[in-house]
Structure formats: structure tokens, C-alpha cells
């Protein structure tokens, strides 16, 4: 871009061969602050540094922008992401932060060696102090959302704790909470979040540290998002305390459980609205389930392990339970790959009386369904014949 008319934002003329003039217009510099801002907000955070060569008028509008994306792909060494943080964090104006996202990926060999030595997985060295940084700006400039993404775990046991992350954090009015790669220990169900609206957990470790019942979430009296994927909970958790996991939430009106490993979970939503279930490997047992004004539910099972006979009991055990919980949907979505795996344990649909009284709408995505499995779906239902739909 020719910005020869400089910081005014003139307009500046060439002359073509054919000895037209044609005008040209900086119109960057002529955007209101507020739309630069919002544009900014939607790159990453270096990215918006970069634009401040684009004019002088650009120059310093990353330090306005709303929402930070930090993420050290694009670094060559962690050692440079950390101190690009630490610039931003201190040269930024001090205005309110609506949404941080950090994600940190796998860090370089050499350095990982070195904080191995200092310290591993939850321990004190420098990564420690670096991401309980972030979480302290984010909540001190009254974030609404804070997105933490730690790809570099790759063993669930060397999790950072949430205790260790968020044990000197208070006052947070967070709205929005995301973090992937932590271990979700008792601090949690102590911490308290009094705004929190919707919470995401990603390939994170959730583990005890007494025995008893594990009830994370029912100190959050305004959840009403819950997002498990990829979340293992260990019945023998940290210090070896045996524990129960139970989801709770007064105020809960959507759930979604994906993949989630478990030896014994229940769950108590009354005002639960919507359920999404998609179950591929590992072990899942339900002990309780209770959603007695359950409207929509989708269930997804890509069970390799349906075809081995010594897992179909366990897996049985799981849909029944599953199935009796779903008792009071009003509308159910089945995919193809769930049908399939039904019709390999038929005892579920043979054997017993439909669960599903209140059933009114039944969405199959499957070319073919087996008329003793339709049957079993929509026999239940006592006031009206259920709506059967293929998509």
C-alpha cells in the first residue's frame, strides 16, 4: 500500500499508461477505533501486533483489542512465546479483557529437558508462574471468558491441578470457562465460580483427593453449559483416595458427554434440557441418572469393543441405564453407527418394556433400522403414536 499522504489518510493519485487518473483511498486509517478493535479481535494476538506497520494510524491499536489469542505455533522456541506474552501483558492498555484463549502446544525438545529438571507436571517451575499469570489479568481485567489449552500433557496423571492454577485467583466473574489438559482436583468443588455460565473440559483428569463422592460442579449455581470430552475420571485418584464421580446441577439445561471414561457415574440435572451422549472406547458405567424434564437428547455409540463378547455385558449394562435415564426425552436422535451397534446386544430391546414414555419424535440417521428396534423406541409412548423421521 502507497501511504505517501501519510498519517492524515489523504487520498493518493496515480496516473495509469493510458494517462487516465485514477484516485486511490486509505480508507484502514479512516476506520473507526471501534471497528478496527472488533476486527483485530478475531486474529491471533501477534498477528494483531503485526498490523500496527499497516499505518500510523494501526500503530498502537493492538493494545486496545478486546480479546487476546495467544498460541506459541508460530514461535520457534518457548522461551520467545513467553516473553511475546509477558510484552503483551505489560505494554497492553489497561483496559477490560472480554476473552483470553492461550493454548500452548508441545514445547521444543531441548527446553522441555530443561523444565523437566526443574520441575514435572504440576510442580513450581517457570510454566507454573506463567499460566497463573494469565489466569490473574484475565480475572483482574474482568474477563468474561478464558479459554486454557495445555496440548503439551501428554500423560493425564502429570495434569497441572486446577489448585495449583487457581488457588491465589479471587473475585473471578467468569462467564465462559475452557480448559483442556488439567487435572480437575478437589480445589474445584471449593473455588467457586458465582457467574459461570457455561463450562468446557477437554482431555482433562478428574480425580479426588478424599474419598467419597466427587461432586465438581455443584458449587457453580449458574452452570448451565456443561462440555466433558475426552475426560477420564479416576476412581483411585490423587494419593490414592477412592472416589465416586457425580455431576450435578440445579440450574443445568445442557449436557454433553463425550467419550467420557468412568467406573461409576451419576447424574442429577432437574432442569435438564438437553442431553448429547457419543461413547466410542473405554469404560463407562452409570449408577444413577435423573432428568425428569429431558426434551432433546442425541446418542451416539462407536463401541469397538460391542463386537467382543466378553464387553457385551458391560456395555449392556451401560445403554440400559442410559436408556431408563433418557426415560422422559420428547424428541430422540440415534445414528447409524448406534443402530448398529443395538442390534449386536438385541437382549436390550427383547427383554424389556420401552423406557420412553413421553417419546413424541424419533430421528434415526440410518438407511435401515430392524422393525424390533423401531418397535422397542416407540412402543412406550402411552398418550400419542411417536413421529418416525430418516435423515
Not at 489497561?94 to 529438571?117: A, C, K, L, S
Amino acid at each position: 500500500m502507497d501511504n505517501s499522504s501519510g498519517e492524515s489518510g489523504e487520498a493518493v493519485k496515480s496516473r495509469s499508461v493510458g494517462g487516465n487518473t485514477t484516485t486511490y483511498s486509505d480508507r484502514l486509517s479512516h476506520l473507526p477505533d471501534f471497528i478496527i478493535h472488533h476486527i483485530l479481535s478475531f486474529v491471533d494476538t501477534k498477528c494483531a501486533v503485526q498490523t500496527s506497520v499497516l499505518s500510523r494510524g494501526w500503530r498502537y491499536s493492538w493494545k486496545h483489542v478486546p480479546v487476546l489469542i495467544l498460541h506459541n505455533s508460530s514461535f520457534g522456541q518457548y522461551s520467545s512465546f513467553e516473553r511475546f506474552v509477558d510484552n503483551v501483558l505489560s505494554l497492553r492498555h489497561p483496559f477490560n479483557v472480554r476473552e483470553m484463549i492461550y493454548t500452548v502446544i508441545y514445547p521444543p525438545e531441548e527446553e522441555e529437558e530443561e523444565e523437566e529438571e526443574e520441575g514435572e507436571g504440576g510442580g513450581e517451575g517457570e510454566g507454573d508462574s506463567q499460566f497463573v499469570k494469565l489466569i490473574k489479568y484475565a480475572v483482574s481485567h474482568d474477563a468474561h471468558r478464558l479459554v486454557l489449552k495445555l496440548f503439551f500433557i501428554m500423560v493425564p496423571e502429570d495434569s497441572y491441578r486446577f489448585s495449583d492454577l487457581f488457588s491465589t485467583i479471587s473475585n473471578c466473574r467468569l462467564k465462559t470457562l475452557e480448559l483442556y489438559g488439567v487435572g480437575i482436583d478437589s480445589g474445584f468443588e471449593s473455588y467457586g465460580f458465582p457467574m459461570l455460565t457455561t463450562l468446557k473440559l477437554g482431555q482433562c483428569l478428574l480425580a479426588s483427593d478424599k474419598d467419597g463422592v466427587f461432586d465438581p460442579f455443584s458449587i457453580l449455581p449458574c452452570l448451565e453449559n456443561l462440555v466433558l470430552s475426552h475426560c477420564n475420571h479416576l476412581d483411585r485418584g490423587y494419593l490414592g483416595h477412592v472416589s465416586r464421580l457425580k455431576i450435578s446441577g440445579l440450574r443445568l439445561l445442557r449436557l454433553k458427554l463425550d467419550s467420557v471414561w468412568s467406573t461409576s457415574l451419576e447424574i442429577f440435572a432437574p432442569r435438564l434440557k438437553s442431553f448429547r451422549f457419543h461413547h466410542d472406547m473405554g469404560e463407562l458405567k452409570f449408577s444413577k441418572l435423573s432428568f425428569p424434564i429431558l426434551d432433546h437428547a442425541v446418542i451416539q455409540i462407536d463401541d469397538e469393543s460391542s463386537f467382543m463378547e466378553e464387553d457385551k455385558e458391560r456395555l449392556m449394562d451401560c445403554v440400559i441405564t442410559l436408556f431408563q435415564g433418557l426415560s422422559n426425552a420428547t424428541t430422540l436422535l440415534l445414528d447409524s453407527r448406534t443402530v448398529e451397534v443395538l442390534t449386536i446386544i438385541p437382549e436390550i430391546i427383547e427383554q424389556r418394556p420401552s423406557p420412553f414414555t413421553r417419546l413424541k419424535t424419533l430421528i434415526v440417521k440410518a438407511d435401515s433400522v430392524p422393525y424390533t428396534l423401531l418397535n422397542y423406541f416407540l412402543k412406550g409412548s402411552s398418550s400419542t403414536k411417536p413421529t418416525l423421521e430418516f435423515v
